[in-house]
């Protein structure tokens, strides 16, 4: 029957309803399930007691208490706190995704009104609050367990986390990507590629300390610019506005490749039916 004749044609205007409707959906699974609640906060926790127990020793005299460390207070605390902001936002757009490949929903939802970009707005809203849940127990016990809260960074802590959760979420749709296009075999990629960006992310030591000519390599990462920030504030009590504005440039970079790479790989799975064949 001709769309004319009576069948409804969904529009193809954003709506908020149904990006309301698919973050509630992740919020049931979420909160269904207490082993996975307790999962998000239990590996920031142990981190940042970790962590925190280093900057301890190599801050005392024991562990050569004149060093770099002993001039910043909480400075690893604070960099393994932010760094699980970046990790924990990749995972919260990859793992929503792959909820819906383990349980072969996705061709489901796609036979309904819901538009990828609303999709991708959802992965996004779910991953902000995965790593609230799981940052946010961690950074209220470093007070108790070390005298330190990352909240007396201030409003830089905002930006500092927005970049890095920007950045996260454009790493999450490029393994999103991947996924669409090389099937479940590349599932593993959600668990390693942002632990790969580590080293040149520079999160417990300046990027100096790199090799001259990795060092370009790393100050093309957003990350990067991050915690050089996040050193310089604790350091110098001085906002670097240089480093935060190549964050957040790159971030707008890294974003818009990630979504033209997302919806480029989306399409060509609709296409190739992928939506349909694709799971466990």
């Known amino acids: 029957m001709p769309p004319s004749e009576g069948v409804p044609v969904p529009r193809a205007t954003f709506s908020a309803r149904r990006v309301g409707a698919m973050v509630l ?57 932010l760094w699980d902001v970046l990790f924990r936002g990749q995972l919260g ?45 961690a950074a209220g016990l470093a007070l108790p367990f070390f ?23 454009s790493l999450g749709l490029l393994i999103v ?21 580590a080293p040149v992310s520079a999160v417990y030591y ?7 000519w990795l060092q370009p390599v790393a100050l093309a990462l957003p990350s990067t610019h991050v915690f050089e920030g996040l050193r310089a504030l604790v350091f110098d009590g001085a906002l670097r506005w240089d480093h935060l504005a190549w964050a957040t440039g790159l971030n707008l970079l890294f974003m818009a490749a990630g979504i033209a790479v997302f919806l480029y790989a989306f399409h060509q799975a609709r296409v190739r039916g992928a939506l349909l064949q694709t799971g466990e």
């Open 25 to 81: 959906r992740y919020w049931y699974l979420l909160r269904g399930s207490w082993p996975r609640i307790l999962e998000l906060a239990y590996w920031p926790t142990m981190q940042m007691i970790l962590w925190g127990y280093i900057n301890q020793f190599m801050a005392s005299s024991s562990g050569g208490g004149s060093g770099w460390v002993a001039q910043g207070a909480g400075v690893l605390v604070s960099a393994v706190l």
């Open 93 to 137: 757009v990859s793992i929503s995704f792959l909820e819906e490949m383990w349980s072969r929903n996705l061709g489901h939802l796609f036979v309904s009104p819901l538009r990828p970009g609303e999709w991708v707005t959802a992965l996004m809203t779910m991953s902000l609050l995965r790593t609230l849940i799981g940052v946010l127990p």
């Open 147 to 169: 005298g330190y809260s990352v909240f007396a960074l201030g409003l830089p802590l905002v930006a500092f986390f927005a970049n890095l959760i920007v950045m996260g979420w």
């Open 177 to 197: 990507a991947l996924i669409l296009r090389y099937g479940m075999g590349a599932e593993g990629l959600a668990w390693i590629v942002v632990f790969m960006l």
């Open 206 to 212: 300046p990027v100096s300390v790199l090799p001259a």
